[in-house]
């Protein structure tokens, strides 16, 4: 089908748009942005550059992607924000370019950014991330596969959060978060496993089972997080989800919440 494109829309003549693209009115579509098949852009939405968005995406009223990045030591080179295939993104969210050359912001498929959350420079975002109302990732953050961050909550820069973990409202997030588990307050606190999110996405109680013995074993033990993970690796099957809990662990620079 052909793209609707608003009288009052301001499309830069670098910008490439697939096809059945609507785009709403007054919303700037910057240099050098790629929007796939299919994309809905609503009215008053500032898409300034540099920006690849891709099939499906939906963008809400007033929303910012590919805005300078606000890191002080932005100098104006040319980096990017990527977007991935039917990522919605809600009314005044905020996604900004990278600092550095050639470097990304990016988000992927079927996440949803709810109202006033904000992605910050170099962050990386996976598939399927909930941000709610107001979360807010500072720069060189990681977000795993579905992953949930809860609103009002913040993420601080070069933390990672696991996939599969839900993170609380109104928490701060200031160290990693290990994947598949439950935190929340200020300072956040651990709280077992996401057992409802896992159990929704198909893991066995085998599985969950597993990767409830590895928690048990980083938190409940009395174990310094050296020993735990050496216990884990001596004494437990290491499935693909407890391989990934330790690896995340021996690859934190953070250190992580306890």
């Given at each position: 089908m052909p793209n609707q494109i608003h009288p009052t829309a301001i499309i830069d003549p670098t910008a490439r748009l697939g096809d059945n693209v609507m785009v709403g009115p007054f919303t700037i579509i910057g240099p050098e942005c790629v929007l796939g098949d299919n994309c809905v852009i609503g009215d008053s939405v500032a898409i300034h550059k540099w920006t690849e968005l891709g099939a499906g995406c939906k963008v809400w009223h007033g929303a910012s992607i590919g805005s300078d990045t606000q890191d002080l030591k932005y100098r104006g080179a040319k980096t990017k924000v990527v977007i991935g295939e039917k990522t919605v993104v809600r009314e005044f969210a905020t996604v900004t370019l990278s600092?550095?050359?050639?470097?990304?912001?990016?988000?992927?498929?079927?996440c949803l950014l709810m109202a006033y959350s904000h992605v910050a420079h170099e962050c990386t975002v996976g598939d399927s991330v909930i941000l709610a109302n107001s979360a807010t990732l500072a720069g060189h953050t990681i977000i795993e596969d579905f992953a949930i961050i809860g609103g009002l909550t913040p993420v601080h820069q070069f933390s990672r959060v696991g996939c599969h973990t839900i993170v609380g409202g109104a928490s701060a997030v200031q160290k990693d978060v290990l994947p598949y588990s439950k935190a929340f307050g200020n300072p956040l606190k651990m709280f077992g496993l996401n057992t409802l999110g896992l159990s929704r996405r198909g893991f066995t109680q085998a599985q969950r089972d597993l990767m409830d013995q590895a928690y048990r074993i980083i938190f409940r033990s009395g174990l310094?997080?050296?020993?735990?993970?050496?216990?884990?690796?001596?004494?437990?099957?290491?499935?693909?989800?407890?391989?990934?809990?330790?690896?995340?662990?021996?690859?934190?620079?953070?250190?992580?919440?306890?």
């Open positions: 600092t550095l050359e050639d470097q990304v912001t990016k988000i992927g498929s079927n310094n997080t050296t020993q735990a993970l050496t216990r884990i690796k001596e004494t437990m099957e290491l499935t693909p989800e407890v391989k990934h809990m330790v690896e995340f662990i021996e690859g934190s620079e953070r250190g992580i919440t306890k």
